[in-house]
């Protein structure tokens, strides 16, 4: 439909808002809808003028103080859309600050995506531009966006500026895992600890490591649902303006050619995104929020996708945790379209595959050079070989990952059970049943935990610990740090912050609150992982295991704490596992559902 048309309302194609302020079928209705969008100044000849009406759903606040600079940049949104012949209606959607929620920030996701898939299809809306940012406001969005299927863009709000204390890059949230061991190893006290990890969150915006927020806006960028280039561009920057100005013009066009989620989030899109993920270094909790969405939009994503397609990539840029530069040197570096076309030039890359721009992602990022060598790697040059996740299965769980790419070769050595199989290792479990368990007993010197011992995290998956934690990465005992021994392979139904780096097993399905057989182990047992053959298994006979389940089916079941607000109870009936998605099992019947109004 050409521009004009739209704008006055005489296409073929009548935009889905003048059902509320120009249906003359239904005068009453749309004298209502009509008087109260007028009251603070709107005019009828605007609603009425077949402009699109374009919603700008605003994941910032003083509570959200990761995406709240959004409150600045929706300005320009909205100069944006007004420019190129819209009309900008602003919205709030539920805020979800990662470090502030308890007891989860993942708990928030589905509930924000719920509140938005509400919003986009009860009201005036033809287009809207997502304010993604903070780890989980971009899966909820995105969801949010697949469900109903309105034309959408994202607009990332840009990681914070560089953290800097005595001369060195001090990440967001990385740091905290070093200062840990610092002041468990008795280097710095309190006062030390909390200036140490403040020096790294210097300015507005989100996480500048590669921890989820990094990993999913990247990720967005990579589906074709933001314009190319912009993910990485620090949230102070004037370039972020710059590019709010042109994500406002941009949706406006989108509604004009009526280019939808389901037209850009297609199977290639995603399959593009596992493959940049595994370049990237990117989160463990990007399986998650993929499969949730592509469920959502309804394409055929799975975990083994993951290891086919992710895991051979090798790591090709330099950022913390896996390496040492964080988020404006990213964006120096040549940021998404960068990695792209490394990638690319090896034929990994789906060229295809449509984007928000009305390009493809082929054409958006063709030759995009790599402006510095030491942040972004070339292919042939790569930080790591094999940087992607593994999917291990066993009599431990249906499924869980794992990233290789962060086992050290002095942890292969410390667990070999078999120089000639360095993949494979055995150790003795020692559980735990939530985080507040953990806290309460690993410096106990009870527990006796050795050096080739494996530390379990149960009890935290979506249902035993309401959004699943991100807890499976923990210390050893400090008497251990003390030695040396800074890390111990962990094993959780739980989840793992982006920006930790540790060798954990995490996500496994079904969680130990659902019946998986992490309920049933015991601090003793001995655990065997064989990474080469995807396997992880308890080396107990099976008429125990068997004899353990009835036990605890007698008993009830595992036991986990009492919902503590009605949304963890709702969730709790109706969340899937981690391995497909954590998402609300229910929700996933209704899709395109705007197509329906
Ligand atoms: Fe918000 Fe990391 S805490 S992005
Ligand atoms: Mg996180």
Same mark, same amino acid.
């Given at each position: ?242 590019v709010a100005y042109e994500t406002g013009k941009r949706i406006v066009g989108m ?72 988020? @404006? $040197? +990213? =964006? !120096?570096?040549?940021?998404? #379209? /960068? ?10 890359? &789906? ?84 985080? @507040? $368990? +953990? =806290? !309460?007993?690993?410096?106990? #010197? /009870? ?10 995290? &149960? ?84 008429? @125990? ?53």
């Amino acid at each position: 439909m050409a521009k004009d048309q739209v704008a006055q309302g005489q296409g073929a194609r009548r935009l889905r808002s003048q059902e509320w302020f120009n249906n003359p079928a239904n005068a009453d209705m749309t004298a209502l809808y009509l008087e109260r969008y007028l009251n603070f100044g709107l005019s009828r000849e605007e609603l009425q003028s077949g402009k699109p009406i374009i919603g700008i759903a605003q994941s910032g606040s003083d509570l959200s103080p990761c995406n709240r600079h959004h409150m600045v940049l929706a300005e320009r949104v909205r100069e944006g859309i007004r420019t190129a012949g819209g009309i900008a209606i602003e919205f709030p959607v539920h805020p979800i600050q990662e470090t502030g929620k308890r007891p989860t920030a993942g708990l928030d996701r589905n509930l924000a995506y719920l509140g938005l898939v509400e919003l986009l299809y009860g009201y005036p809306l033809d287009g809207v531009v997502l304010t993604i940012g903070c780890d989980k406001t971009t899966p909820a969005m995105l969801m949010a966006a697949a469900t109903v299927n309105i034309p959408a863009i994202a607009l990332s709000v840009g990681p914070m500026l560089n953290g800097w204390h005595k001369g060195e890059r001090t990440g967001s949230g990385t740091i905290v895992w070093k200062a840990r061991q610092m002041m468990a190893a008795g280097e710095i006290d309190y006062k030390g600890f909390i200036d140490l990890v403040a020096s790294s969150a210097p300015s507005t915006g989100y996480c500048n490591t590669m921890g989820t927020a990094t990993t999913m806006n990247s990720l967005a960028e990579v589906l074709g649902m933001q314009l190319p280039g912009s993910a990485a561009i620090p949230a102070p920057y004037r370039e972020r303006q710059q590019v709010a100005y042109e994500t406002g013009k941009r949706i406006v066009g989108m509604v004009e050619e009526d280019l939808k989620p389901s037209d850009i989030m297609t199977r290639d899109a995603f399959l593009n995104a596992i493959v940049v993920n595994s370049a990237i270094g990117g989160s463990t909790n990007a399986p998650i929020h993929l499969v949730a969405i592509a469920r959502h939009v309804g394409v055929d994503l799975t975990l083994d996708d993951w290891q086919t397609h992710g895991h051979k990539i090798p790591l090709l840029v330099n950022l913390q945790p896996a390496g040492e530069y964080l988020g @404006e $040197d +990213y =964006h !120096h570096a040549g940021g998404v #379209p /960068a990695v792209v076309n490394q990638l690319m030039q090896q034929g990994l890359i &789906r060229e295809g595959a449509m984007t928000a721009n009305g390009r493809t992602i082929g054409e958006n990022c063709r030759g995009k050079a790599i402006e510095m060598p030491e942040v972004i790697r070339t292919f042939d040059n790569p930080l790591k070989p094999e940087a992607g996740f593994i999917v291990l299965r066993g009599s431990l769980f249906d499924n869980a990952i794992v990233k290789t790419s962060v086992i050290s070769p002095e942890f292969r050595d410390r667990f070999l059970s078999n120089p000639d199989d360095p993949d494979a290792f055995e150790g003795r479990a020692i559980v735990f049943d939530g985080p @507040e $368990d +953990y =806290h !309460h007993r690993i410096d106990d #010197p /009870a527990l006796d935990i050795g050096k080739t011992d494996i530390l379990v995290m &149960r009890g935290t998956g979506p249902i035993g610990y309401p959004g699943a934690a991100e807890v499976v990465n923990m210390r050893p005992p400090a008497y251990l740090i003390k030695q040396g021994i800074t890390v111990l392979p962990c094993i959780g139904d739980g989840r793992q912050s982006g920006t930790s780096g540790s060798p954990s097993i995490l996500n496994a399905s079904p969680e130990a609150a659902a019946g998986g057989n992490l309920a049933i182990l015991r601090t003793g047992d001995r655990l065997r992982v064989d990474l080469k053959r995807g396997r992880a298994d308890i080396l107990i006979a099976p008429a @125990e295991i068997d004899a353990r389940r009835r036990a605890l089916e007698t008993a009830g079941g595992y036991v986990y704490p009492p919902s503590q607000t009605p949304w963890q109870e709702i969730q709790r009936r109706m969340v899937g596992q981690l391995g497909d998605g954590a998402v609300l099992e229910p929700a996933v019947q209704f899709q395109r559902i705007a197509e329906t109004y």
